[in-house]
T-cell receptor, first 112, second 110 residues
Framework: EAAVTQSPRNKVAVTGGKVTLSCNQT?????MYWYRQDTGHGLRLIHY???????EKGDIPDGYKASRPSQENFSLILELATPSQTSVYFC???????????FGPGTRLLVL | SQLAEENSWALSVHEGESVTVNCSYK?????LQWYRQKSGKGPAQLIL?????REKRNGRLRATLDTSSQSSSLSITATRCEDTAVYFC??????????FGDGTVLTVKP
């Protein structure tokens, strides 16, 4: 089974501050994804990547940037955090041509 | 509007009973996936059923897909307490991206 880790697991940030969420996968998957999950809702796609150096906008990219410096690492960046970005963020990876996505444990972000 | 949605917010059964979670969607799909999310964890895929398939099984799990009515179901037989989780359907299009429903909370009572 794919191993996807996220850090930090919990984060408290202030409004207007910069937040970086990190994701690492050790299974050499080409594709990586960032989702957010709000209470009582499903996951919504923020950004995704097809490989090192590539980032694509998902369904709700506003207020977020992404960076994929290597095959293993994919970061989500909130340049100016707002309380509306309080949520649980999940990273996932998947291999090219395969449909299954493997999820990390999530990062709980609170923006005050 | 939701592109994928489960038809019940919450279901509750007793151990050993069977339960079905339903999902409807509003777009042309290449596949539909069912995920389970246990408390405090990330989702984990249970079953993937492609648009040209009508049924898929995985142990106690059975998924069906009806592309004419744009609906899917996930049935769990002989439920166990450890089946307690949120169950999501997720539609996949030719872009490869997934769109998740809001999920159905399943509680299995002893």
């Amino acid at each position: 089974e794919a191993a996807v880790t996220q850090s930090p697991r919990n984060k408290v940030a202030v409004t207007g501050g910069k937040v970086t969420l990190s994701c690492n996968q050790t299974n050499n998957h080409n594709n990586m994804y960032w989702y957010r999950q709000d209470t009582g809702h499903g996951l919504r796609l923020i950004h995704y990547s097809y490989g090192a150096g590539s980032t694509e906008k998902g369904d709700i990219p506003d207020g977020y940037k992404a960076s994929r410096p290597s095959q293993e690492n994919f970061s989500l960046i909130l340049e100016l955090a707002t309380p509306s970005q309080t949520s649980v963020y999940f990273c996932a990876s998947g291999d090219r041509g395969q449909d299954t996505q493997y999820f990390g444990p999530g990062t709980r972000l609170l923006v005050l | 509007s939701q592109l994928a949605e489960e038809n019940s917010w919450a279901l509750s059964v007793h151990e050993g009973e069977s339960v079905t979670v339903n999902c409807s969607y509003k777009t042309s799909i290449t596949a539909l996936q069912w995920y389970r999310q246990k408390s405090g964890k990330g989702p984990a895929q249970l079953i993937l059923i492609r648009s040209n398939e009508r049924e898929k099984r995985n142990g106690r799990l059975r998924a069906t897909l009806d592309t004419s009515s744009q609906s899917s179901s996930l049935s769990i037989t002989a439920t166990r307490c450890e089946d307690t989780a949120v169950y999501f359907c997720a539609t996949e299009t030719n872009t490869g991206k997934l769109t998740f429903g809001d999920g159905t909370v399943l509680t299995v009572k002893p």
